[in-house]
């Protein structure tokens, strides 16, 4: 049989087919929402399946609730900024060392109330596309406010939160008052985070006369 131009051209297509179809793969990821807690660093975990490489892809992080949502792109090697939010400049990274296994999980640093939405990880190879979407929830770190507040006191005392080390908490302003017969009031306010012992200590003292009083808490979360 002769082989004619046209039988020529189909082979050359089927041939095409075959090498894009080598190519299809499937984006994956957690079908769970991921729960950030507000300040911490997470990942936003996306892969391809199979395992082959996305290191000549093109890898798009949208924030689907952004009108503009681009999060995050990869492409041609390197990350490209333009029109990425700018609200997550410097705070988005591939794993680049993981690309060529597949591994394009986004990093996403100091989480804030603000990242909560539903996050599509889009990957175009030559001739295939695929995408996943990832729901995202933000939590704010969980604390217990404390208020430790004496009265009576002459001259102006000093007041402190300690944790069971001695070591002193960071507080809220300390508020001073002083009532009609010229006695001081203080109060202060603390949010304390779950530790080993949960007891703290308020201490108010009055340094000049040496005078001191204590009182501790114990936290049963
Ligand atoms: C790709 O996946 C296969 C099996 O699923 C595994 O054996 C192989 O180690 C993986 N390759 C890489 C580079 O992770
Ligand atoms: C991708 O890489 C990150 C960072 O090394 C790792 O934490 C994560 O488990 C990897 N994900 C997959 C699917 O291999």
């Not at 990821?29 to 000549?56: H, Q, R």
């Not at 969980?142 to 908490?169: F, I, N, R, T, Y």
Request: hydrophobic share 35%.
């Amino acid at each position: 049989m002769k082989v004619t131009q046209l039988d020529c051209l189909c082979v050359i297509l089927l041939h095409l087919l075959h090498t894009a179809g080598s190519e299809k793969f499937e984006v994956l990821g957690p079908t769970d929402p991921i729960v950030a807690v507000a300040g911490d660093d997470i990942i936003l975990p996306c892969y391809l399946k199979p395992n082959i490489s996305a290191e000549d892809m093109t890898v798009d992080w949208l924030n689907l609730d952004f009108k503009d949502s681009r999060v995050y792109r990869y492409q041609n090697h390197r990350i490209i900024r333009d029109y990425q939010i700018p609200y997550y400049r410097g705070r988005t990274s591939l794993f680049e060392e993981e690309l060529w296994r597949g591994n394009t999980s986004l990093k996403l640093t100091r989480v804030q109330g603000t990242d909560e939405g539903r996050y599509k990880c889009f990957i175009k190879a030559k001739s295939w596309y695929d995408d996943f979407t990832i729901q995202v929830l933000v939590k704010e770190r969980g604390g217990m406010g404390l208020l430790c507040e004496s009265e009576g006191w002459h001259p102006e005392p000093e007041l402190a939160w300690l944790d069971s080390k001695g070591v002193h908490l960071s507080a809220g302003p300390p508020e001073t008052h002083r009532d009609f017969k010229g006695f001081y009031r203080v109060k202060q306010h603390v949010i304390v985070q779950e530790t080993d012992t949960n007891r703290f200590t308020c201490r108010v003292q009055q340094s000049r006369i040496n005078e001191k009083m204590e009182t501790e808490v114990h936290l049963l979360y």
